[in-house]
Structures are given as structure tokens and as C-alpha cells.
């Protein structure tokens, strides 16, 4: 009880000026108010791996390569960093065993489902993971679907030539009703965006020559 | 009928309609749930009508044909009951509507050929019958009481008396401090103290002022659930009435149902009921001329599973895709259009003109401690008896499979038994004295979850039923987040190995681990809970997952492709049933003489097995 309670002052006393304090695998850290936990780890040199995120555009937390497991009064959870706010006296791992575990089986999926993917693959590697026990139905395949394409076309553009079509396993870029994209002005943001390579090919699909 | 402009005028009406009712008037109640009309009750119900036009019933009053919500007891529709004299008839057809007009109303007899039996006991009333007898009916009390499409019958029950006297007398702090003092829980699912829920809300909107609004969930997917369906059919304006006392509390004037596209008797009936309401002035403008307003829009559904979450849902709503996004902010902080909005599923919202009208503590005493109140359950599978319950909190799972189930035909033992639809656990014969509320399911790997409940016998394989909730929830994702799109996916490849009797006791191991990434890694509970039925599986039976991978056989003999069939000569007659019902036509044998099966052209498909009359057929 006494340090749930030092630790709540403790939170008082930074949020006065503005900052939060926590800590990231043992490292105390100073946020601004409002930041992601991903956000502060980069800036302090933490390495968190991700793919769907971009600075440029809203974060949605579909990769989930940037889990993090964050200690609460007692309580473990493991959350997306880059849709996750900082708060104060949480304790941060960006490597426990919880985190890698996720990690590493969405990267082996990820090299079944993307195989087309050089950026994955190396990815993958990193991490220690280089081959795959699922099945590979696509080979020509890089596409990860984390939208990070449709939404830098929305957001950063303002276009909305691409989009998000279907669901589930059959989730798919593509443009309005399946046509070449007319709004499309080939920008090339989304091909400079595509964390996996899927956009040179894609792009041809869905944009008007 | 004209606008109730008060309190006084409400119960006046309350009163006379009362007044104007013969407690002594014959009601024929017949069950117009799903389950029945299935099997044919809208003929039944003509059938009664037409009989007591072509006979005159000597009564002060002319019978009542009274077409109800759901009774419950599904496995024996179509159900009929007779008032006053508490008659309960089962498995009722068209032509038994004159026999039981001429013995019953015209004599007050009984037939006795329609009454349920149960190991060779008769029952002649509804509350004598096993099945009902162990349920406490609260929420549903009016459900299949009442004619839902008559909103007289709603009010003689009680109706917007608890909305009167919320509007009239209490506070909206007095309000929640009652929810609070209930200890009711959200059931949707997760189980969050409602109370709790309204209170941070209405805290939100103090510290950010504007339109807040209420939302009624009823987007109830769960294979094999069928509660929310049967409350917003049975008794919509308890729905609506629960959800006029939450809107008064948080100072909400919107609130919108959301119902399933696949519901059309629930869209049928909450739309007359909200109708109805808006004509007496329950609904709309100046309720009951306290200056209150609040209305109710019906969302439908597209049949989404996954809108069922309620940020997906609040996005579904709001003309997006139904996708979640993550939590926090709960909808309590930033909701609908961003503002505050309580979102609480029907049965929550029918709890609560309960606890106004009986008080917190009546409802605290209902149930268990931390789990309070009654639930209701949709109890389905192989049982004898299935259909809708409702009992208190705390209830063993065994006595509701064993006593209201009547446990499972031919067996003397259940298998195991699925909480919480295809995001449950399943829960083995040896934990059968788990009680049933949020917390011993969540310590036993299950959920409570909106309350299905199936039941598996000896004849069903694990392994297949794991894959049969993977594939659906499979189908159901809405594939924003990658450990719920590929993850389930995945794990549907390593079960269609096993069932193929491929892999190795590493690959079950591997399993586990993936489906520990998925729960801890999932942005929505979709995925988040996606993994139970496989983790409780391996964890209470492992023996039979690894029967399938080491011994390559089925013990239950559902896997196609570990099984054989075989017929038993000893026990054969020759009857050439099986030869006749085999669509390979690979049942050879002379007349009664021992049949064969030949394996090599046989499909696995089990008919033979079912037809066989002396259970001579075998599956190995």
C-alpha cells in the first residue's frame, strides 16, 4: 500500500509541470501529457518494431508488432504501444516473454501470409524467426493489410482514391467498387508509406494509368 | 387512446384496465417464439381461433386466443397454455385446437394426451414441470404472460411504473445510487457493474456538457443464443423502459436500439412497441408531464458479429465500418459522435425497472454475492430438454444441465458444457458443481458471456468443436488487428491437422502458445477471447488431443478421417435398413443375414448409424 501510495504522489508531483513519469524496462522516463508509450520509447532509444504505424497518420493498433506489457498496481497487460497513452507509474517491458511471444508468432504468420514481403522477411529475421509452420496460399503476396496506405490517402492527401474492401481473411486494398481509382492523382504517398513493398503492385490495381 | 399527461392518469388507466379484466375470462396462451412458429404455432393459434367461432364456450366472457413471446421450453413446441385452470399442453397441432376447446373450456379438463410426461409422470401446470420448476423468472416473468403487440397487457403487468416513479420522485443520482446498491452487471459479456458504467458517464457529461445518449444492445450473435431475441420479442417495453430510466439518470433525450438485421420479429415488435409508447406520450416529448424527453431510434444490424463489441457497434451506428477501435476511452467518456453514451445490452436494461420497483436490496438478495440477480441462459444442445431459462446467479452448472436440462437422452453423463458461445470455455463433467456466475466461470477458463449454453455428449469430439467455434469466429472477424485475422486462421490449421491425425504433441504445445499470443495480442475481445475454446479444451482434455495426433484415432468418433464404421454381426438382424440409407450404397449382406460395410467406398457420413434400429453399427 505505501508504494501504490508514494507512487500516486509521486504521479501528482510530475503532472504538475506538465510531464509524466513511468518507467521502460526499468528506466525511468519523462513524457509529455497525452504521448504514446511508442512515441516516448522511441525518443528515448528504446527499440519497439512496427509496421502499420507512420507518423504522418492517426495510429490504429492493427500490426500489434509494438505490444508492450505494462505492470499496473500489481495487474500485467500487454497493449499496443502506439495507440496506448502514457500514464504515470506504469512500468513498461518491451521484451518480456508475454510481448516476444506475441511478436514472434505474428511475424511467422505474417512470413506465410506476406511471403512476397523482402522487408518482412528481414524483419522477421531480426527477431529471430525465419521460417514458418502455416501455409503459404500466396506467394506473390506482401500485403499485410494494416491500411497504412488508405489512410495516408485520406489523411495526408485527402484523396480517398484507396480503400479498405471486404473483411476478415479476405480484407483487401483495393479502390471503390473494384474500378481503377478516377480521384486517384498518383501522388505516390501510399507506395512511399507501404511498410512491406505491397504498393508497387497494388498500385497499378487500383489507380487509373 | 389519448396522451397520458401524468402520473395520476397512468394508474387511473392501470387501474381500469384492471377493473375491466375477468380474472375468471378463459386465456388460450399460445407460444408464438421462433421456436414454435417453427413448428408450426401461427396454424395452431388460427386453429383456436376458428374452433371458438364455430362453438359457442358458455362463459361470462368470450375465450381469449392470446398470442405470446416465447415460453421457453422449445423442445416441446408448440406450447400452449390454458387459464385459469394452469393447463399446460405440449406439442400441440392445429387439429388438437377442437379437442382441447371442447374438454378444456367448454368442461375445464384436462386432455390428457397433450400434457408433458416425464419419466412416467404426467404434469398438469407449467410451474410443476421439472424444466420450469428450478427457474426463477424475473426478467422474463412477463415473457410469454403477456401479448407483446398489446401494450394494455404490458401496463396491466406493471409497465413504465417504474419509469413514473423515477420521473416523479427520484433524482438521477437516487437513480444511479439504486442501480449501484443492486451489484447488477453488465450482460453483454464482460460483466462491468452497470452502476459503476452510469456513474463515470454521468461524470463525464458534467465535465463536458452536451447531448449524451443511451444505447440498447441486441446485436446477439452467439451460435446457439437466443436470449436478447427472446426479451425483445417477448417483452419490448421493458427494454424500452429500462432504457428510459438509464436516459432520465444520464440526461440523455436520444437512444437507439441495435438489433440484428436476422431479428425481424424483435425489429417487429420493439417497432410497434416504441410506436405505441410514443402515442401515450411514454416516449417523445414531456414524458408524462414531468418536462422529460426521450426517444428511441432502431438501429439494424447487417449481422456483423463483431458489432456486437461496443465500439464496433458505436461505429456501426455512426454509418462507419463495424470495426472496434481500442479502449480506453470507454464509450462512457467518449462515445456515440464522441459524447458520453451508456451503452448497456437489453437484458441489462430490462433488469433495471426491476430494481426501481423492488428496490436494490430485493435484488441483491437475488443470486450470489458479486453476481446478482437472475440470468438468463439459452440452454441448447444434447439435452432433452432445451429451449430458454432463467435462474438465479450461483446455480451449478450441473443442476441446470441435470435438473432443467434433464440431462443428456441414453447417457448418464454430460460430456462438457460451452459458456459463453464461441468465446466461452468448455467446461468438463468434473467441474459440473462450478456455480454459475461471472467470477467461478472466469476462474474455470470460461465466460459468462450473454449466456448460451451448450451441452456435449460422448459423441462429440473436442477438437471439432474447437474447430466449429474457430471457423465461425474465423468468418467473423473483421481483420483490423493481424493476431485476430491470421491468428485464427492459424490456429484453424494446426485443428484440421489434427482432425486429420496429423501432428505431434509439440504441435499441441505450439498451439497453446499461439493461442496465448492471440488473446494477449488481439486489439478487440473478439480475438481476445477467441483462443478460450481451445485453451480450455487442451487444458481438460488433452488426452483426447492427443489421441488424435499419437494414436491417430477419434475417441468419439467424430473426425472423418480417423474413423471406420462397422457393423456388429452378433447384434446385425438384416434388416438392410442401413443398406437402403447409404448413399454410397456400400452396405452389403443378405436378408436377415449379418450386413457388411465396405470401407473403402465409405464417406464417414454416419447414416447407417443413425437408422440402425438395434444399434448394431459401430464407429471406431
Known amino acids: 500500500m505505501a508504494t501504490k501510495k508514494a507512487k500516486k504522489e509521486k504521479a501528482k508531483k510530475t503532472e504538475g509541470n506538465g510531464l509524466v513519469r513511468f518507467s521502460i524496462n526499468g528506466q525511468s522516463v519523462e513524457a509529455r501529457e497525452g504521448w504514446t508509450i511508442l512515441e516516448t520509447a522511441r525518443q528515448q532509444g528504446f527499440d519497439i518494431p512496427t509496421l502499420c504505424f507512420h507518423p504522418a497518420v492517426q495510429p490504429i493498433g492493427s500490426c ?55 522487408q518482412i522477411r528481414e524483419l522477421a529475421k531480426a527477431h529471430g524467426v525465419t521460417s514458418t509452420r502455416f501455409t503459404v496460399e ?72 | 387512446m389519448e396522451i397520458i399527461r401524468n402520473v395520476a392518469e397512468l394508474e387511473g388507466w392501470r387501474e381500469s384496465l384492471h377493473a375491466a379484466q375477468d380474472p375468471e375470462r378463459l386465456v388460450v396462451r399460445v407460444c408464438l417464439g421462433p421456436g414454435c412458429l417453427a413448428l408450426g404455432a401461427n396454424k395452431v393459434s388460427q386453429a383456436f381461433q376458428a374452433a371458438l367461432k364455430a362453438k359457442r364456450i358458455r362463459a361470462r ?33 392445429p387439429d388438437d385446437a377442437e379437442e382441447i376447446v371442447d374438454t378444456t373450456l367448454a368442461r375445464g379438463q384436462a386432455v390428457e394426451r397433450l400434457l408433458y410426461s416425464e419419466n412416467g409422470t404426467r404434469y398438469r401446470s407449467a410451474s410443476e414441470v421439472p424444466f420450469y420448476k428450478m427457474q426463477q423468472k424475473v426478467v422474463l416473468k412477463n415473457v410469454g404472460v403477456i401479448d407483446p403487440l398489446r401494450l394494455e397487457d404490458a401496463i396491466m403487468a406493471g409497465a413504465y411504473r417504474s419509469l413514473a416513479k423515477v420521473l416523479t420522485s427520484m433524482t438521477p443520482d437516487e437513480v444511479i445510487a439504486k442501480v449501484e446498491g443492486s451489484g447488477l452487471r453488465g450482460r453483454g459479456g464482460a460483466g462491468f457493474l452497470t452502476g459503476r458504467k452510469w456513474r463515470f458517464a454521468v461524470e463525464n457529461v458534467r465535465k463536458n456538457p452536451g447531448p449524451v445518449y443511451v444505447v440498447g444492445n441486441g446485436d ?149 454475492p458479486h453476481s446478482t440477480g437472475t440470468k438468463i441462459f439459452s440452454l441448447v444442445g444434447k439435452l432433452r430438454n432445451t429451449g430458454i431459462i432463467e435462474v438465479p446467479m450461483g446455480i451449478t452448472l450441473g443442476r441446470i444441465v441435470e435438473e432443467i436440462g434433464g440431462g443428456v437422452p441414453g447417457q448418464d453423463r454430460f460430456k462438457a458444457v460451452q459458456t459463453g458461445g464461441p468465446s466461452g470455455g468448455c467446461i468438463p463433467y468434473e467441474l459440473k458443481d462450478t456455480p454459475v456466475d461471472y467470477d467461478s466461470l472466469a476462474k474455470v477458463g470460461s465466460i459468462m458471456g450473454s449466456g448460451g449454453m451448450i451441452v456435449m455428449d460422448q459423441r462429440d469430439c473436442v477438437v471439432d468443436v474447437a474447430r466449429y467455434f474457430l471457423h465461425f469466429l474465423e468468418e467473423e472477424s473483421c481483420g483490423k488487428c493481424l493476431p485476430c485475422r491470421l491468428g485464427l486462421k492459424s490456429m484453424l490449421e494446426y485443428l484440421d491437422r489434427f482432425a486429420k491425425g496429423q501432428g505431434s504433441q509439440q504441435d499441441i504445445d505450439d498451439l497453446h502458445s ?8 488481439s486489439l478487440c475481445a473478439l480475438g481476445g477471447t477467441a483462443p478460450n475454446p481451445i485453451l480450455t479444451t487442451i487444458q481438460y482434455f488433452k488426452d483426447e488431443y492427443l489421441a488424435h495426433v499419437v494414436d491417430h484415432k477419434c475417441p468419439a468418433g467424430v473426425c472423418r478421417d480417423l474413423i471406420t464404421y462397422s457393423i456388429n454381426p452378433e447384434l446385425c438382424n438384416g434388416c438392410g435398413l442401413c443398406a437402403r440409407t447409404c448413399p454410397q450404397g456400400c452396405i452389403s449382406g443378405e436378408k436377415k443375414k449379418p450386413h457388411t460395410i465396405d470401407a473403402s467406398a465409405c464417406i464417414r457420413c454416419g447414416m447407417c448409424m443413425d437408422e440402425c434400429p438395434v444399434g448394431a453399427v459401430l464407429v471406431a
Open chain 2, 61 to 93: 366472457v368470450q375465450p381469449l386466443v392470446k398470442e405470446t413471446g416465447c415460453h421457453g421450453f422449445c423442445s416441446q413446441g408448440p406450447l400452449v397454455n390454458v387459464d385459469p385452470f394452469d393447463l399446460f399442453y405440449v406439442k400441440v397441432k
Open chain 1, 64 to 118: 500489434r508488432l509494438c505490444v508492450v506489457e505494462i505492470l499496473q498496481d500489481g495487474r500485467s497487460r500487454v497493449a499496443a504501444s502506439c495507440i496506448t497513452p502514457v500514464q504515470a507509474g506504469v512500468e513498461v517491458l518491451t521484451h518480456s516473454e508475454e510481448v516476444t511471444n506475441v511478436r514472434r508468432w505474428v511475424l511467422e504468420m505474417l512470413l506465410a501470409n506476406c511471403p512476397a514481403s523482402r
Open chain 2, 514 to 521: 499461439l493461442a496465448r499470443a492471440i488473446m494477449k495480442g
Open chain 2, 220 to 368: 446477439e450473435g452467439d451460435p446457439g443464443a437466443f436470449m436478447d431475441r427472446t426479451l425483445m420479442e417477448g417483452d419490448p417495453h421493458a427494454v424500452l423502459e429500462g432504457m428510459a430510466i438509464g436516459a432520465y439518470a444520464l440526461g440523455a433525450h436520444q437512444g437507439f436500439i441495435y438489433v440484428r438485421m436476422e431479428y425481424p420479429l424483435a425489429i417487429r415488435n420493439l417497432g410497434i412497441a416504441i410506436d405505441q409508447a410514443r402515442a401515450l406520450g411514454l416516449l417523445g416529448e414531456n414524458i408524462l408531464g414531468t418536462g422529460f424527453n426521450f426517444d428511441i431510434k432502431i438501429n439494424r444490424g447487417a449481422g456483423a458479429f463483431v458489432c456486437g463489441e461496443e465500439t464496433a457497434l458505436i461505429a456501426s451506428l455512426e454509418g462507419r465500418v463495424g470495426e472496434p477501435i481500442p479502449r480506453p476511452p470507454y464509450p462512457a467518456e467518449k462515445g456515440l459522435w464522441g459524447r458520453p453514451t451508456i451503452i448497456n445490452n437489453v437484458e441489462t436494461w430490462a433488469n433495471v425497472p426491476l430494481i426501481i420497483d423492488k428496490g436494490a436490496e430485493w435484488y441483491a438478495g437475488l443470486g450470489v
Open chain 1, 138 to 209: 500466396h506467394p506473390e503476396d506482401a500485403c499485410l493489410r494494416c491500411g497504412l496506405c488508405t489512410r495516408a490517402c485520406d489523411e495526408v492527401v485527402g484523396t480517398r482514391a484507396i480503400t479498405m474492401g471486404n473483411r476478415g481473411v479476405f480484407k483487401e486494398v483495393t479502390a471503390p467498387y473494384h474500378r481503377h481509382s478516377e480521384v486517384c492523382i498518383r501522388c505516390g504517398t501510399c507506395l512511399y508509406v507501404c511498410p512491406t513493398g505491397a504498393m508497387e503492385y497494388l498500385f497499378p490495381q487500383v489507380s487509373a494509368p
